[in-house]
């Protein structure tokens, strides 16, 4: 075994918002390796429409920066424990980690969720302590508490050993001294030279890497990313695909790309530490083994960590169907199949309904972009509610928990209190930090659904909210289901600004006047906790009298927009969310009166 000393991969690990892309633009930017119309505007690394409309990592990605003699492979890893799944299979590729944290509010939630994945690939980090130019910046504090949460997750002595650095991404500097803004990125460049292990590979062994990536390219088909972990490849050569079950498809290397700069380029021949794309090879899925062909042992597939969250994907019934693309049960089922392929952490299950199909991710956000993707693609369904996944241990019933954080100012911690306590939630820590309080809490994940509209209606949208999967626990028990009833539409049409004048005393509206309406369709919320069915439709009739004062002038409140998000957690068992390209409706899955009546007296609950 050989270390090399040309090359470092480097990972970064950062909780949501706490300026990972900002960072790598300034890196970019100071490298001095592109002109300035190749890299315009911001968080150039968030290429996904998604990704800039959220400001969120969701896909994981490559680039690579020379400095000097060293090239640095950098690995964008997603902040949002919901896609652990690019988390798990990208840091196979690292020996280093960036561990970037917010000098103000310290190592987070979803910074622990990936660390603990890092320390159990042994890599190597390096803490950047991010925004050291905010006005209320608390670097020496934060860095203790990087070190405490480094102890809590079981990280050895070397890692402990850490190197760290101050920076701004936004400001284009990093010091070792926290109170020193003027200068560049060159000192972190040099820390990653100097304090991340080049890669320990076998350059003298067979040819072997291992697929941690999936790319699609409607030239060349299926491209293989991973590092080589031994040997060397040609363009041209023979290869073994080593598969689950140790099934060997021969095949051989059509293309052979090395990452550069944002792209990557062609190469001929490629060894062992280098991060490659290799393109050829059909039938190849994230875990298999690429080797050579002496080879027919594959390397240890990449574990996955298990889904916890489950709906249901169903074709759309509904009388306004047909505005999408693709609606059959054929077309969902291909594109989540396709989805299989390179989103390692989705399950996809058939059910006796031909026209469902189970899906389980690791949280709702997880899922919620899969369906925000396929509708932007032209695709039209309607999902379930979000259920947790039961797993029973030893003949108990056991569920999933989150640890949850939540920053509220001092004026609102007892709402908090109150609505996490009400949803199981108990409280295992309180801090201060400065205006806000800092409240951990453990909470069975199906608390969560629909948690946070409420907690930011109860305190007046001032509270900061973080979870991520923490374990496994016995069942907690009921959680209070939504409070309020619905209001059910009756008939067929469209929605009338006199009809809707009447209804919005008792509810908030989930429609505007002119909007398309159809009996089942839930048009919004009732004040009281019992389902209602109204006529939005109903007109004023008209008469050839005229009454003195008997006109009046209509004033809708505007009404209650559902994101997807807000949709999926607002909905009942009994209840659907129908999704097109450009609509997001609420309906019942029993869409008569009657028909929902027949159910109640038969005593099954639609949906259950």
């Known amino acids: 075994m050989k270390r090399r000393d040309d090359i470092r991969n480097v990972a970064i690990i950062a909780h949501v918002d706490h300026g990972k892309t900002t960072l790598v633009d300034a890196m970019l930017r100071q490298s001095g390796q592109f002109r300035a119309s190749q890299l315009q505007g911001e968080r150039i690394l968030d290429s996904n429409d998604l990704e800039r409309e959220r400001g969120i990592t969701i896909l994981a990605k490559n680039i690579a920066i020379n400095y000097g003699s060293t090239k640095i492979n950098l690995i964008d890893t997603p902040g949002h424990a919901d896609f652990g799944g690019e988390v798990e ?53 934060v860095l203790n508490e990087i070190f405490d949460t480094f102890v809590e997750l079981g990280a050895s002595d070397e890692q402990l050993d850490f190197a760290y650095i101050f920076a701004s991404g936004k400001a284009g500097f990093a010091s070792h001294d926290p109170s020193d803004t003027a200068g560049d990125m060159r000192p972190l460049f040099e820390l990653i030279a100097a304090k991340v292990p080049g890669p320990v590979v076998d350059p003298d062994g067979p040819f072997s890497m291992l697929c941690t990536t999936l790319d699609y390219s409607e030239y060349v088909g299926r491209i293989a990313i991973g590092r080589i972990f031994s040997g060397k490849v040609r363009r041209g050569q023979r290869a073994n695909l080593l598969k689950a079950g140790n099934a060997v498809t021969p095949g051989s290397i059509d293309g052979l790309l090395l990452f550069d700069k944002l792209g990557r380029v062609e190469v001929q021949e490629a060894e062992a530490g280098d991060i490659v794309a290799v393109v050829g090879l059909a039938t190849v899925e994230i ?123 001092h004026t609102h911690i007892g709402p908090v209190m109150e609505l996490v306590g009400g949803r199981r939630g108990e409280m ?98 009732n004040a009281r906790n019992e389902d209602m069915v109204v006529n939005p439709c109903k007109e004023k009739k008209l008469t050839n009298m005229r009454a003195s004062g008997s006109d009046k002038n209509v004033l809708l409140k505007p009404p209650r927009l559902l994101t997807l998000e807000i949709a999926l957690e607002y909905i009942e068992s009994d209840e659907l969310v129908e999704i097109t390209p450009s609509k997001i409706r609420l309906r019942k899955k029993v869409l008569s009166e009657e028909g929902r009546k027949r159910s109640e007296r038969s005593g099954k609950k639609v949906g259950v």
Do not use: W
């Open 89 to 141: 299979r990208t840091l196979q590729m690292a020996d280093g980690a960036l561990v970037l944290v917010d000098a103000f509010e310290g190592p987070m939630p979803q910074t622990k969720f990936v660390l603990r994945k890092a320390f159990e690939c042994h890599i190597r980090p390096i803490v950047v302590i991010n925004k050291v130019d905010r006005p209320d910046a608390r670097p020496n504090e």
């Open 287 to 409: 875990g298999d083994t690429i080797a050579d062909v002496e080879m027919t042992t594959p390397l240890p597939r990449i574990e996955v960590g298990e889904p916890t969250l489950s709906m249901l994907f169903r074709v759309n019934d509904s009388p306004l169907t047909g505005e999408g693309q693709y609606l059959t049960s054929r077309h969902i089922n291909d594109r989540l199949q396709r989805e299989l392929e390179s989103n390692v952490a989705l399950r996809v299950e058939p059910t006796e309904d031909g026209d469902a199909f189970q899906v389980s991710g690791r949280g709702l956000l997880h899922l919620s972009v899969l369906i925000e993707t396929m509708r932007r693609e032209g695709y039209e369904l309607s999902v379930g509610k979000p259920e947790v996944i039961i797993r029973k241990v030893n003949g108990v019933d056991h569920e999933p928990y989150e640890f949850l954080v939540v920053d509220v100012p």
């Open 428 to 525: 295992s820590k309180m801090d201060v930090k400065g205006a806000y309080a800092h409240l951990e809490f453990l909470i069975p994940s199906r608390g969560l659904i629909g948690l946070r509209n409420r907690l930011m209606s109860a305190t007046q949208g001032e509270a900061i909210m973080h979870h991520n999967f923490h374990d496994y626990r016995p069942f907690k028990g009921d959680i209070p289901s939504r409070p309020n009833g619905v209001m059910i539409s009756m008939v067929r049409g469209q929605a009338v600004a006199f009809a809707m004048d009447n209804l919005q005393q008792r509810g908030t509206m989930f429609i505007s006047p002119g909007d398309d309406i159809y009996e089942g369709m839930i048009i919004a919320e």
